[in-house]
């Protein structure tokens, strides 16, 4: 059910008069991906990153780039980050709620969000608002290769995790199982060492960390530990769920065997008294007539 858990140190959190170090430091800590937060001071109440920190970014670092779109118009700014060398794109479902997104068209614009990214050699990716419903992704998530589940309120770095968001992640979980799909999921928002076993054990497979990574002494360790931490969740859901399994096939062994006594007691109760009348005639005609011939003593 589970596999390697990937962490994806957000660069925001990053020290931007050192970013090289920066960057060298989660390439050697074992990071996974980079995450881009790239807000557009519309669709979020911020202004960060933007086309020329990535294409530079991609210059110095062969991990993969996992660009995450606050935008008010993705189809307009899809193109800009495929050339400038995104891996992953990922943009928001919400973003298509604006006025002249709205359906019919509105199914219409994110499949062709998801074809542009897919044609260029990247991987799509779509994200949700920690109040969005999840079912908005059902329609897509066949054809996307990451779902970002956000367990704050996207716009700032340094939030605290919302509580009950693996509840979130386990219904993505659900509905790709269902869907015969399966995407990455990741999770972006107050992910540390005592979050990661939460939301790991519920399914996730990638964890954006931002402080928990660049604020710490060594983020490698930090790296290493919220990694663990996930995975060590996972092991234990994973027994869990064998000996849940186990106990389960044993109950329907026992409900079986318990299913054909009753079957034969039902076959015994049925036979009707004269039914057993009649078996009991049989067997008496069954049996051998008494000899009835006089013996040599008495005949005269």
Do not use: C
């Amino acid at each position: 059910m589970f596999g390697k858990v990937r962490i994806s140190p957000s660069i925001l959190s990053a020290d931007f008069m050192n970013m090289e170090r920066s960057v060298r430091m989660i390439e050697e800590g074992g990071a996974d991906f980079i995450h881009v937060d790239v807000m557009d001071g519309h669709f979020v109440p911020n202004l960060t990153l933007g086309v020329p920190f990535v294409a530079q970014l991609k210059r110095i670092t062969a991990l993969p780039l996992d660009v995450h779109l606050m935008v008010s118009n993705p189809l307009v700014q899809i193109p800009w980050y495929l050339e400038a060398g995104a891996d992953y794109l990922t943009f928001h479902i919400e973003a298509f709620d604006a006025p002249a997104n709205k359906p019919p068209g509105q199914a219409e614009k994110i499949a062709e969000a998801i074809d542009l990214i897919r044609a260029a050699g990247a991987h799509p990716g779509a994200s949700l608002k920690p109040d969005t419903p999840v079912s908005r992704l059902e329609p897509y998530v066949k054809s996307l290769d990451l779902v970002l589940v956000m367990s704050v309120y996207p716009g700032f770095s340094g939030q605290a995790y919302i509580e009950g968001s693996h509840e979130r992640v386990a219904a993505v979980a659900r509905m790709a199982q269902a869907a015969g799909a399966s995407p990455l999921i990741e999770v972006d928002g107050g992910i540390g060492v005592a979050t990661a076993g939460k939301v790991g054990a519920a399914g996730a497979d990638v964890l954006v960390a931002g402080n928990a990574v660049f604020a710490a002494s060594d983020p490698g360790k930090a790296i290493k530990a919220i990694a663990q931490a996930a995975q060590a969740a996972q092991a234990a859901r994973s027994s869990a769920d064998v000996r849940q399994g186990a106990t389960a096939d044993a109950q329907a062994a026992s409900n079986t065997r318990v299913g054909a006594a009753s079957e034969h007691q039902a076959a015994q109760a049925a036979r009707s008294p004269a039914d057993i009348r009649q078996g009991a005639t049989a067997d008496a005609q069954a049996a051998p007539a008494p000899n009835t011939q006089p013996t040599d003593g008495a005949m005269s």
